[in-house]
């Protein structure tokens, strides 16, 4: 019974997860849709939210290395799952803003922005799948 329990709250946990994903997926391309007129399209907007919900689904909350005191490595996944999350976060929290503030900055920007996007949302799929694997 209580392994259900845990089970359901793990899985309830990783799809809130992904919504979050999701929703940093809309923001950020809801302000390059507007910054770039190609990218104005529904697709657009569905593929950045489903890859963000990939993305926060999977690198976020990765099974963790077993620690070992006298092997004192780096947790390649971790790091970079903990970078990934940041990047994508940070690029999601600056759309936010410039859509709520009506900002428009120069289209330099708005490319930084979607670079940033799509390494921080490549950083965690990547770190996930590695996770998992070593894992399994």
Do not use: N
Not at 65 to 73: G, K, L, M
Not at 109 to 123: E, H, K, N, S
């Amino acid at each position: 019974m209580r392994t259900r329990i845990r089970r359901f709250a793990h899985v309830l946990e990783r799809l809130g997860l992904a919504m979050a994903g999701a929703a940093c997926g809309l923001f950020v391309s809801a302000h390059v849709g507007t910054s770039i007129a190609a990218l104005t399209t529904q697709g657009f907007l569905l593929i950045m939210m489903i890859l963000g919900a990939i993305a926060f689904y999977l690198g976020i909350d990765t099974p963790p290395q077993p620690f070992h005191p006298e092997d004192a490595q780096i947790d390649s996944p971790e790091l970079l799952s903990a970078a990934g999350t940041f990047l994508a976060t940070l690029t999601a929290f600056c759309s936010v803003g410039i859509i709520i503030l009506r900002a428009e900055p120069h289209i330099a920007w708005t490319y930084m922005i979607m670079l940033g996007w799509t390494l921080g949302i490549a950083m965690q799929i990547v770190s996930g799948a590695i996770a998992r694997s070593r894992a399994a």
